[in-house]
């Protein structure tokens, strides 16, 4: 499986952005697909996870971001809404085999993306 994430930018305090992740390969195989970020000098968070039956789990950036997927495409997206700087990150994008269930546990995901940039300036 590989991923491949994009749509991050540079934008505006309050604004918004859509980050989508494109899965390949044995993309039946996967189960929870998550979104994690990476902001300089910290540790990789996660944001939300949804599974091929689409429930979702998410982090406290909840009623900001919206994770939707669309299995027969193999994508996950990221709908970000009112922005702040302190979501400055790169954003990557995960995908677990189907053996795990929904996870919240990073070490669960084997398929990780290559991340994308998202800055939010002031």
């Known amino acids: 499986v590989q991923l491949q994430a994009f749509g991050g930018g540079v934008v505006q305090a309050g604004g918004s952005l859509r980050l989508s992740c494109t899965a390949s390969g044995s993309i039946r195989s996967i189960n929870s697909m998550a979104w994690y970020r990476q902001a300089p000098g910290k540790q990789r968070d996660l944001i939300a996870v949804i599974t091929s039956a689409h429930n979702t789990h998410y982090n406290s950036m909840k009623g900001r971001f919206t994770i939707s997927r669309e299995n027969m495409k193999g994508m996950v997206h990221l709908q970000m809404n009112s922005l702040k700087p302190e979501d400055t990150a790169v954003y990557y994008c995960?995908?677990?085999?189907?053996?795990?269930?929904?996870?919240?546990?990073?070490?669960?995901?084997?398929?990780w993306g290559q991340g994308t940039q998202v800055t939010v300036s002031s």
């Open positions: 995960a995908a677990a085999l189907r053996s795990h269930g929904l996870t919240v546990q990073s070490q669960d995901y084997e398929y």
